[in-house]
């Protein structure tokens, strides 16, 4: 796969490192975070990305999409990691459009997919239950009930789960797993906001004999295991890539706070424990680059490795962000620890990031399983 | 591409031909061949594999064809590189006139220095060595003393090298001399080349932790070496002493990696395995499929990923500087560092897994593999000295490439 860009993925990273720094810079997250506003995004900022096509890149171009692919939306990703872009994206566009894609029948991705390239709805993917990433053996279940289904459960740490339009809800339904597609407003969903320590919004919901129709039902009845495990890989993935925005960003700018610090007489950046630390982290990224980019290309190319590279870059990325996170706190010294300097958001961003679809862990177990030990 | 299809039908049949069957067979470091005129083949078909390639010019496959190199371009060499690999050849010959001296004579040599020395070192029949260490200079490398003095027709030569590998097999060597005492230190030096077939030089062996003899002390009294041997001019010595410096970090950066150096390739049909693994597999067992040993099974994961991601960014790097048509990218910087550290990391993985089977010294009671191991590991602790060493490297990075202030 190839390590470069093409030129399309470049255009597409440009616009999105203008749309950043122009549009959605730090101090945007920090106006988002002080406004209180629940939603944690600014819904004319995301009008914006749709607007320039950002929400249907994973979308075919018969449902009003570009089509561009898993790389292209990566890209974008990763400028937006940089600044700590807050927006529905990573769960509309990616998680729930990847599901419908892949798992839809004509009807509903005429009419979901439509609706998320032009920027009209957003969705959350309800699957965690628990306080670690465990996608396997599920508890939330889907009874059938003559054409309808009845679903119980409690999920947790659902992304962007507080206000979204629709909520896709994976459910045990006796032999597999099957996915269903709620309106949030429906009867027998119980919301609760946990406002978390990145200042994103996530959910806990509770289904209580929520009805839903067979219309509703997403793919096969017991027939998404699959499916889910190919579209996490992708979520994995781009995730990966936000955070690898992140990494960079945290560490130019604390290579710039080594340039102009000056204590004992000198720049900080002359001290040599701080320099060697520095060139570690350096050539640490360096690898987190390339575990990126492959991981991104593998879907597009149809590689035979996408799980090993999605595991392969979650945790290393996950790994190197903390460490990057962590040291560039500790370089700053105090100012590094207040609320008025940025760099603190990319730590607490950092930590949150990691549990998406599994930690650091999770990942390198994963690794190790496909690799035969 | 069809063009490339043929030269790989015929690269093919000309391997097929010529590459005789016991040079297809796994080799242990004592067959490495690296020429000379003090070779020795421990078995004939070396002999012949060697002339073969140098006579095709394919022991440097890329280097220009009218000083005896292979004139290939980068995807013909990939493609030999890739038929070599797929008979499992053995390197034909390796130097350090391969590594390091012909890359650099390459661009700062003149013709009649290129002339007279790289077909030489293509078939083998100079072997070279390098003479920058002194006692006194080893990571301030630019403060070395051993001096060249000019007698018109020729240099005198007086002083001492260390830790100059190989120096008592080798027929020339490369060296860093004085040759402007008033000169600021890094002004004052020139690049030359001595025959080391002279009384005035001579060598006695140093003996390493690993129990070989591999390097020496190198004295020089009263050495001559022609004018003409001076490469990049007069006190203009250290720009190749950098250069043939990157060329020797990155050779040292890549080893350890062999064929993981090309990546994982698209659509490869082979489940992925782990070769630590499944060795360590052997000694500690498992349960239901994982490692019996959850904590060595966590230090092979990372050390796993690591490789792959290390494969990946020495191909990325690979692309990125093929598509910008520049010299080495922001990434190679980080190799000769993350290279070697990651190789001596692999072999106390291997320590651990063995337990005490890897403790040996010699004798009949442990597998010949289990004492080479042992053997490799104390050897691996240099990987990140010799060349630079680790702290040099970040030091390099810290300035270079992240321009951190002095
Ligand atoms: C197996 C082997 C083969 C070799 N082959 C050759 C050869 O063929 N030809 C040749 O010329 N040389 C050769 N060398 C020599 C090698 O290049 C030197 O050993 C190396 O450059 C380090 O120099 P030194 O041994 O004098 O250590 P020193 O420079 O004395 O270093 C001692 C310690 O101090 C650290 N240190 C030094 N300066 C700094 C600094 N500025 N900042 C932070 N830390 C610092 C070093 O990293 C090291 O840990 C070989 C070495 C080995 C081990």
């Known amino acids: 796969m190839s390590l470069v860009l093409n030129e399309e993925q470049s255009y597409l990273k440009d616009t999105a490192r203008d749309f950043a720094k122009n549009k959605t810079p730090v101090s945007h997250f920090r106006s988002v975070r002080d406004s209180e506003n629940p939603e944690c995004f600014d819904r004319e900022i995301w009008k914006e990305m749709a607007s320039l096509g950002w929400s249907g890149i994973l979308i075919p171009e018969e449902y009003g999409g570009s089509d561009f692919g898993v790389a292209g939306i990566g890209v974008i990703f990763e400028e937006l990691g940089r600044t700590l872009t807050p927006s529905p994206m990573f769960s509309t566009a990616v998680v729930c459009a990847s599901l419908i894609k892949e798992a839809g029948n004509e009807d509903q991705k005429k009419d979901y997919l439509t609706k998320i390239a032009s920027g009209d709805i957003t969705l959350a993917f309800a699957l965690e239950e628990s306080s670690r990433h465990s996608p396997a053996n599920l508890e939330t279940t889907a009874k059938k009930d003559g054409d309808s289904y009845l679903i119980n459960g409690q999920k947790t740490f659902v992304l962007d789960g507080g206000f979204a339009d629709f909520l896709i809800i994976a459910a045990a339904t006796g032999k597999g797993t099957s996915l269903f597609i709620a309106n949030k407003d429906a009867r027998g969903i119980d919301i609760k906001v946990t406002p978390m320590v990145d200042s994103r919004n996530a959910a806990n919901i509770t289904f209580k004999d929520l009805k839903l129709s067979t219309s509703d039902l997403i793919g096969d009845e017991n027939g998404s295991d699959q499916i889910i495990e190919e579209v996490l890989d992708i979520s994995r993935s781009v995730i990966s890539a936000e955070m690898f925005g992140g990494i960079q960003e945290a560490f130019d700018v604390t290579l710039n706070y080594l340039k102009e610090r000056d204590q004992f007489g000198a720049k900080i950046g002359s001290f040599q424990a701080l320099q060697h630390r520095a060139a570690i982290m350096f050539s640490e990224i360096e690898l987190c680059k390339s575990c990126v980019l492959e991981s991104l290309t593998s879907f597009d190319e149809s590689s035979n490795d996408i799980p090993r590279l999605a595991s392969l870059a979650k945790a290393k990325i996950g790994e190197v962000f903390h460490l990057v996170s962590n040291e560039a706190v500790q370089m700053h010294g105090g100012i590094g620890v207040t609320d008025e300097y940025d760099i603190g958001f990319y730590l607490k961003r950092a930590r949150v990031a990691e549990q998406i679809f599994g930690n650091v862990q999770f990942h390198k177990d994963r690794y190790a399983e496909l690799t035969g030990y | ?382 990987n990140s000295i010799e060349g630079g060493t680790s702290e040099v490297q970040l030091n390099v990075i810290s300035k270079r490439v992240l321009e951190l202030p002095q």
């Open chain 2, 1 to 382: 591409m069809s063009d490339l299809n043929a030269f790989r039908n015929e690269t093919r049949d000309w391997l097929e031909a010529n590459c005789p069957e016991s040079m297809r067979t796994p080799m242990s470091q004592g067959d490495v061949v690296w020429g000379g005129r003090k070779v020795e083949f421990k078995d004939p078909d070396q002999k012949v594999w060697m002339d073969r390639m140098g006579e095709k010019g394919w022991t440097c496959p890329t280097w220009p064809k009218e000083y005896g190199g292979g004139g290939l371009n980068f995807e013909e060499n990939k493609v030999l590189q890739e038929e070599l690999m797929r008979i499992k050849a053995r390197p034909a010959l390796n130097s350090f006139g391969i590594w390091m001296l012909g890359p650099a004579l390459l661009e700062y040599g003149t013709e009649e220095q290129k002339m007279e020395h790289i077909p030489k070192i293509v078939r083998g029949e100079i072997r070279w060595c390098q003479g920058y260490s002194e006692p006194g200079s080893g990571s301030d490398l630019a403060s070395l003393k051993t001096k060249a003095e000019d007698q018109g027709e020729e240099y005198l030569i007086n002083g001492q090298k260390v830790w100059t590998s190989y120096a008592d097999e080798c027929d020339m060597i490369f060296t860093l001399v004085r040759t402007g005492p008033l000169e600021p230190k890094h002004e004052g030096i020139s690049f030359l080349l001595i025959d080391m077939d002279q009384e005035g030089v001579t060598t006695k062996p140093i003996k390493l932790i690993s129990g070989k003899s591999p390097f020496c002390e190198t004295f020089f009294d009263n050495a001559t070496a022609p004018k003409e041997n001076l490469v990049g001019g007069l006190n203009k010595g250290w720009s190749v002493a950098k250069r043939l410096l990157q060329f020797e970090r990155n050779m040292i950066a890549g080893m350890g990696f062999g064929s993981a150096a090309s990546g994982s390739s698209k659509k490869s049909d082979t489940k992925p395995t782990s070769g630590l693994a499944t060795m360590a597999k052997r000694y500690v067992g498992e349960k239901e499929d994982k490692l019996n040993d959850s904590g060595l099974r966590n230090k092979i994961i990372d050390h796993d990923m690591n490789s792959q991601a290390f494969a990946l960014t020495l191909r990325r790097a690979a692309e990125e500087s093929k598509k910008s048509n520049q010299g080495p990218s922001a990434a190679s910087s980080i190799f000769k560092y993350y290279g070697t550290e990651h190789n001596k990391l692999r072999y106390e993985i291997m320590l651990e897994a063995m337990g005490t089977k890897a403790l040996g010294w010699d004798g009949a009671e442990f597998g010949p593999e289990e004492l080479a191991i042992t053997r490799e590991w104390l050897r691996t602790k240099a």
